[in-house]
């Protein structure tokens, strides 16, 4: 079932995601016009969302459930990459 932990992973690749992207919209657009934010908006969505995608498969490949970010390192890396 659906828990805490897994709404707060949620707000976080999301917040992470679009976080830069809200701050800086306001400058981008004052300076370059709108067709280049566009065009970056259409190539910056991808490379995040995939980039996203891949970190929450590697945090969910952990033998254990509910294993986080730290743990899941150092059951594929040793302890020292941990």
Request: some cysteine.
């Amino acid at each position: 079932g659906w828990r805490k932990t897994d709404t707060m992973w949620m707000l976080g690749l999301y917040g992470t995601a679009i976080g830069a992207c809200v701050l800086f919209l306001p400058i981008k657009a004052g300076v370059g016009g709108m067709i280049p934010l566009i065009i970056m908006a259409i190539l910056a969505f991808p490379m995040t969302f995939f980039a996203h995608r891949g970190m929450t498969r590697f945090v969910l490949s952990g033998k254990t459930p509910g294993e986080d970010i730290t743990e899941v390192v150092e059951e594929h890396f040793g302890v020292g990459a941990g």
